[in-house]
């Protein structure tokens, strides 16, 4: 079991930050702020064999040519829930959550359109934390349609 007693409230808080910084990210549109938080991490997504390895315009370009914008957003609210923080030896931690989707697009009604799971690694380098690695999985999906350019699930 990693030891805790260096993994203050401050590295949580700032680890808390980062993961609920992609979705706010994600849903303004920001999608190269988005690609940027992946900087210096590999980044799995499921049904894609190759994980984006230290590539944040890849992540960018991924999400662009995904995800359907409406006046520069996509209408979505992502929302992490079950957020769990474990420090995973010195400058290291880890964590999961579970991101349920809503998505209000013109012609559909205000609807959940997608849940899921992040698993994430991060790093301390220097005073900052950073992803180093991040797996994204879905499990129940509602209707996609207006999110996204092609077919998931």
């Known amino acids: 079991m990693p030891r805790a007693d260096d993994f203050s409230i401050a590295d949580y808080l700032a680890i808390q930050a980062l993961v609920h910084s992609y979705p706010r990210r994600l849903d303004s549109g920001d999608l190269q702020g988005l690609g940027a938080l992946f900087a210096h991490a590999t980044v799995h997504f499921e049904g894609r064999d190759d994980p984006v390895v230290n590539d944040p315009a890849e992540v960018t370009r991924m999400f662009a040519d ?3 914008l409406y006046d520069g957003v996509p209408r979505t609210r992502h929302m992490i829930c079950n957020l769990i923080v474990e420090p995973d030896g010195p400058g290291a931690a880890v964590a999961t959550s579970a991101v349920f989707v809503l998505q209000d697009a013109p012609g559909v009604p205000l609807q959940p359109i997608i849940t899921g799971d992040y698993r994430d690694r991060f790093e301390k380098v220097g005073d900052t934390w ?4 991040r797996f994204i999985t879905n499990d129940l999906f509602g209707n996609l349609s207006a999110h996204g350019r092609y077919a998931i699930g």
Do not use: D
């Open 130 to 133: 950073r992803f180093a690695e």
């Open 66 to 68: 995904f995800v359907r």
